[in-house]
Nanobody, 120 residues
Framework: QVQLVESGGGLVQAGGSLRLSCAASGLTFSSYAMGWLRQAPGKERDFVAAISWSGGSTYYADSVKGRFTISRDNAENTVYLQMNSLKHEDTAVYYC?????????????WGQGTQVTVSS
């Protein structure tokens, strides 16, 4: 079955950095656009970043532009989220998700999430 497993979350001070990873299995990874979303306590799940199946196109929420970078390694079936200059408001559970062929197709698969906590 399809599995998306996030890792790399943790506790970091404001201004610090973290790199999240999402390892995929059970699907043809290079056929899926990938996204990162996050959910803070008491809030809805929000879009953070997305990357096309080839890695040639990326998109970011305005709140993370210039601070976060999404990338992927199709040989390793892994998508990454490099998070720099972290702010307290970045605190959330971060999820990776897969959508077939193109960004905007609709997420079919989700990971279990990884907690990111930024202390102010």
């Amino acid at each position: 079955q399809v599995q998306l497993v996030e890792s790399g979350g943790g506790l970091v001070q404001a201004g610090g950095s973290l790199r999240l990873s999402c390892a995929a299995s059970g699907l043809t990874f290079s056929s899926y656009a990938m996204g990162w979303l996050r959910q803070a306590p008491g809030k809805e799940r929000d879009f953070v970043a997305a990357i096309s199946w080839s890695g040639g196109s990326t998109y970011y929420a305005d709140s993370v532009k210039g601070r976060f970078t999404i990338s992927r390694d199709n040989a390793e079936n892994t998508v990454y989220l490099q998070m720099n200059s972290l702010k307290h408001e970045d605190t959330a559970v971060y999820y990776c998700a897969a959508e077939f062929l193109r960004i905007g197709a609709g997420y079919e698969y989700w990971g279990q999430g990884t907690q990111v906590t930024v202390s102010s």
